[in-house]
């Protein structure tokens, strides 16, 4: 499995931004299809986006499409989630998630299908 470590997270005001970063050490992140997750108090945790290993395809949520873009550095071995016009409906714990198997073309915000997680970092959108 993979270790992933997600940072960025914070507290900012409705309409502000925030970067999150995905980021692991000793393996390429190239190799694998990353998703982002999120969980929200007392929700079930749902897929956000994801992002192919060829970077070919990209998905997003319906809630987050316009204002969310994913995004893959592979200089920094960094998988990002940038996040613009947040709502304090996107307050929850973001994780990231990884797997190797599937082919260069797909990913997918099926949580079940992911077999490396992060701990998440919390995103709170609040005045």
Known sequence: QVQLVESGGGL???AGSLRLSC????????????GWFRQAPGKEREGVSCISKSDDRT?????????FT??????KN???LQMANLKPEDTAVYYCAAQKMWSSTYCTDQIHEYDSWGQGTQVTVSS
Do not use: W
């Open 12 to 14: 900012v005001q409705p």
């Open 23 to 34: 980021a692991a050490s000793g393996l390429s992140l190239d190799d694998y299809a990353i």
């Open 59 to 67: 998905y997003y949520t319906d809630s987050v499409k316009g204002r």
């Open 70 to 75: 994913i995004s893959r550095d592979s200089a």
């Open 78 to 80: 960094t998988v990002y």
